[in-house]
């Protein structure tokens, strides 16, 4: 009898990769929570053989409701849509900033989620978080606005904290930094000599770990669900500089293309949204002076390569080739 998997954000890109990747093995259902069950993404699962329900991370019945009978969830909570919503915009205390308030509701959205998800211990064999690293915390505090990394690691703490036994039947999924961000956040912009130049704040002199969340979280998922639960997957392909993979961008577009370092305060001065700057550039500030994990530091911590995934994972030039439109 074929086991059922519950992929929560599945029109966007971990949960879509993963309800393609399940969708293909006949031993997996495939169950997609969504707010908008009907959206253009959605019906691509459907035609796939998906079973697309509706659930939002701020209804912990709806995800009760989705998660039963199911053998794997996979939950990935998105900070992004609470930040963007214009709806939102007003909704912070006196005194509270709009990150710090989007950090608290998806905090929260969390832990519907792993709530939920400990209400069906009955059936579920493994729960899968996709977590980031606690920035504030590596860094003794000095990156406090990371909060859309801050938020994903709260979760994972509150599920070793306040639910051990669906600890126990947790494993981490890590992705490393999405080539995608070369279509927007990390796009160089054309010079008036027709160069291109991406320009970052501080050295980000650490090699980065590249992945391409949209191809390849289907195939990290299902070597966790392989694994042993309590797993925590750094999920990439090539590690390498910034510097090397404006270069190659540069390559695959046939443009001469470079990075360009400013100190973190000039660099924040380009940007129009003073919550928003100051977030991405904290954020690449701390990616700069930190290992993405601190792997030394965290026994539960195994690399791709470790689980077999080389050659299943999209190499940085391909995956830039692939996700990135003209230069
Ligand atoms: N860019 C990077 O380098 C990088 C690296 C590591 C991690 N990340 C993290 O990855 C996250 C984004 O993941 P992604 O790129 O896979 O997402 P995405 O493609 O932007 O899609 C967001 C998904 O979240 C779902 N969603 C949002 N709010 C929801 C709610 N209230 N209830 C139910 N579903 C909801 C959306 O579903 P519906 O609209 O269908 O409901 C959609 O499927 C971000 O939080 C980011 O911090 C990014």
């Not at 930094?177 to 291109?196: C, E, M, R």
Request: hydrophobic share 40%.
């Amino acid at each position: 009898m074929s086991k059922l998997i519950v992929v929560l954000g599945v029109s966007g890109k971990q949960g879509g990769s993963v309800a393609r990747q399940f969708c293909k093995d006949p031993l997996w259902k495939v169950r997609g929570v969504s707010r908008h069950p009907a959206s253009a993404s959605n019906r691509e699962h459907i035609a796939n053989g998906a079973e697309i329900v509706e659930g939002d991370f701020a209804n912990k019945d709806s995800l009760v409701a989705a998660f039963q009978g199911a053998h794997a969830i996979f939950a990935s909570t998105d900070f992004w849509t609470i930040f963007r919503d214009p709806a939102n915009t007003a909704k912070p205390a006196l005194g509270q900033t709009l990150n710090e308030w989007a950090y608290d509701l998806e905090v929260q959205q969390g832990q519907n989620t792993v709530d939920a998800a400990a209400s069906v211990l009955n059936t579920l064999e493994l729960f899968i978080w996709s977590t980031l690293a606690p920035a504030r915390k590596i860094s003794n505090g000095k990156w406090s606005w990371v909060f859309h990394f801050d938020s994903r690691a709260a979760v994972e703490e509150y599920i070793k904290e306040k639910q051990p036994v669906l600890s126990g039947k947790t494993s981490y999924f890590l992705p490393g930094t999405f080539v995608s961000n070369f279509n927007h956040l990390w796009k160089p912009a054309i010079q008036p000599d027709g160069s291109y130049v991406l320009t970052v704040p501080g050295p980000l002199s650490i090699p980065q770990y590249w992945f391409d969340a949209a191809r390849d979280t289907g195939v990290c998922v299902e070597a966790l669900i392989k694994a042993p639960p309590e797993t925590k997957l750094l999920c990439y392909s090539d590690r390498g500089s910034v510097d090397e993979a404006v270069k190659i961008w540069g390559e695959v577009k046939g443009v001469e293309a470079r990075l360009e370092h400013r100190p973190f305060e000039e660099w924040a001065l380009d940007w129009p949204d003073n919550d928003f700057r100051r977030e991405i550039g904290e954020m690449m500030m701390w990616l700069g002076e930190y290992d993405y994990a601190e792997p030394k530091k965290d026994p539960m911590l195994v690399h791709s390569v470790e689980l077999g995934l080389t050659g299943k994972v999209a190499s940085l030039r391909d995956a830039l080739t692939r996700v990135s439109g003209p230069a």
